[in-house]
């Protein structure tokens, strides 16, 4: 494939999470393969290379100043909405229904407008890796230090994650899993929704945990924010019979696991 094809062939929406292995690991969306890649090969000044894999002149930048410019200007619009709604003078922490529902409205509309590589730092570059098994396309960006992978079509991404979860070991007692979203003034109004490989397991509150059980040993688990329909998500290991205890942080949608 032409390098310009390569090029044009590049995701435009990517969720970024750190790396803390010496590996990492994601799925061909093709073919479902598992690939597995050394984090010393992305380093910066790695002379290390691998066959069909190849380093593309674009990056991934998360988004902190697009979502602190746009969370300002959200913050403008709840102020002004609130006066118009309440009245001038009215106590700002009344009456809020309606111009927090605009306030997060405006908040979709306009963080678009801002770009995401603002305050971004130079960014995750981007790969491409010709699966060994079906030949098709893998793109990801990473650094050794951050790992960042497509946002698939929501119904897609829900099944890779089950299938992934088929081919896993079964335990023969299931592993409980907690995920607490730590209490946090940013977003306290919005709902977060949690899925496990692929699964519905409900919405998380701030400040709140949900508890549920998995019977796979290996496990996807992803949120989806209300506010703007942005997803992330992180994978771990279940023994059975043991705890998995996962943390929320709203602001950036750092899942960690322990």
């Not at 960042?148 to 099944?159: I, M, T, Y």
């Amino acid at each position: 494939m032409p390098k310009s094809a390569v090029q044009s062939n590049i995701p435009q929406q990517w969720r970024v999470e750190p790396v803390k292995e010496t590996s990492i690991s994601l799925l061909c969306p093709a073919c479902h393969k598992r690939l597995s890649f050394n984090t010393n090969i992305f380093a910066k000044g790695a002379a290390t290379s691998v066959d069909d894999l190849t380093k593309t002149d674009q990056f991934v930048y998360r988004s902190y100043g697009q979502n602190i410019l746009a969370f300002v200007a959200a913050l403008i619009v709840y102020y002004y909405a609130h006066q118009w709604v309440n009245g001038e003078g009215a106590p700002l922490n009344q009456g809020i229904l309606i111009p927090v529902f605009i306030a997060v409205i405006a908040y979709t509309i306009i963080k678009p407008f801002f770009p995401a590589s603002l305050f971004g730092g130079k960014g995750i570059p981007i790969y491409n890796y010709k699966c060994d098994q079906c030949r098709a396309d893998v793109f990801f960006a990473c650094d050794g230090k951050s790992l960042a992978l497509p946002a698939l079509d929501e119904a897609k991404s829900r099944e890779a994650e089950k299938m992934q979860a088929a081919k896993s070991e079964h335990l023969e007692t299931p592993c409980n899993v907690s995920i607490t979203r730590l209490p946090s003034m940013i977003g306290s109004a919005m709902d977060v929704r949690v899925f496990l490989n692929g699964d519905d397991m409900g919405v998380l509150k701030n400040g709140k945990t949900l508890d549920f059980t998995t019977e796979n040993s290996i496990n996807v688990l992803t949120v989806k924010y209300h506010a703007d329909a942005t997803t992330n998500s992180v994978t771990f290991n279940a023994k059975s019979g043991d705890s998995v205890r996962i943390t929320l942080k709203y602001s950036g949608a750092i899942l960690t696991v322990s």
